[in-house]
């Protein structure tokens, strides 16, 4: 086993790779195949409509691997916000014992969860809301930088800064989301302190991503410029893919005198987002995506991906090892630090291999 983290070791699996827990994408198909290939699958909990519902894809998805995954709580405001705890309790019934928790006031749920003895991971955008979590005793931390699909928060700070001031103030480990495709993206997440990566759009463009086949192109298909922040105006900002629905809705929220919400409603509702992945019109409604949408070229499957991560984790991790040298030697080419050269002592860093 290559890869030996905090993730790895707590979770039971292979490859410190966690799949998103994504609205109407996290069936038991798409967590089940990402468990098979060596990550974390996640189901998505309120893409089911009631906890009974929840209950049988749990079950649906423990005949389909028997390796570990988890179920993803989300806690969003709602005029008539969904029976969190009856979800909750089914999640602890079902016997998971992972669980991804994001959204806001989650203390409650993972007071539930904590007694329960879950592994909770929580998603955070800030690091102020990630030491609140720490108080609330989960076991690692979701970082999403600004990078990220969906509700990226309200800071716009990118996953290079958020990771390094993860690394330097949080107590307990966390894994790195948004922006991550590939192996390079682990190799760099884990040196710059993760013990794993999230990765949710990457994972919507596999074989078994339980989408539309058009979407999946349209995500092939794209450049990383083309997502839409949208309801900056009213704080709930969300990445969203650059359709013509989400560049409608932002022109109305730019343009709107009145500043009412309902003027852009229609625009982003989930229920027209949910028909784009099954009809494969991706113009429909608005869906999320990240900025990472430009770093994927093909749809393989989740083995095929989760394999190919792993190799140029690998490979990247120790083609940066010959980038330190010894003391008292030079590389090839290089001003080593026993010459005279003033410059010569930035090579200190090196001093010791990986």
Not at 184 to 195: I, K, T
């Amino acid at each position: 086993m290559p890869f030996n983290t905090a993730l790895t070791r707590q979770l039971g699996i292979r490859i410190p790779v966690v799949q998103g827990g994504m609205q109407w994408v996290g069936y038991a198909e798409m967590a089940s195949a990402v468990s098979n290939a060596g990550g974390l699958g996640i189901i998505t909990a309120l893409t089911q409509p009631t906890p009974e519902d929840l209950r049988k894809e749990i079950r649906k998805c423990k005949s389909m691997t028997k390796n570990p995954f988890g179920v993803n709580l989300t806690l969003l405001p709602a005029l008539v916000p969904p029976d969190y705890a009856a979800y909750a309790q089914v999640i602890i019934d079902e016997g998971i014992r992972i669980v991804e928790t994001a959204g806001n006031s989650p203390g409650p749920v993972i007071k539930q969860f904590k007694a329960a003895n879950c592994t909770v991971l929580h998603k955070c955008t800030t690091i102020r809301h990630a030491q609140s979590a720490v108080k609330l005793g989960v076991d690692f931390l979701s970082i999403d930088g600004f990078e990220c699909a969906g509700h990226v928060g309200e800071t716009d700070i990118t996953n290079f800064i958020l990771l390094s001031r993860a690394r330097q103030s949080l107590k307990v480990p966390f894994i790195a989301s948004g922006g991550f495709a590939d192996g390079q993206g682990l190799a760099a997440a884990l040196s710059l302190g993760a013990d794993g990566i999230n990765m949710g759009t990457r994972f919507m463009c596999t074989v078994e991503a339980p989408i539309h086949q058009n979407i999946k192109q349209a995500i092939v298909d794209a450049q990383e410029t083309d997502t839409e922040l949208v309801l900056r105006r009213w704080r709930n900002t969300s990445r969203l893919f650059g359709n013509k629905v989400a560049k409608e809705a932002v022109k109305i929220e730019k343009e709107s005198t009145s500043g009412k919400f309902e003027e852009v409603a229609p625009y982003v509702s989930g229920k027209r987002g949910r028909q784009v992945f099954l009809n494969g019109d991706k113009d429909y409604g608005v869906w999320t995506a990240g900025q990472v949408i430009g770093l994927i070229h093909d749809i393989p499957t989740c083995e095929e991906l989760v394999k190919r991560i792993e190799r140029e984790a690998i490979d990247t991790l120790k083609q940066a090892q010959t980038l330190y040298i010894e003391e008292g030697t030079s590389a090839p080419g290089t001003v080593g630090p026993k010459t005279n050269n003033p410059g010569a002592e930035i090579w200190g860093v090196g001093r010791s291999k990986l």
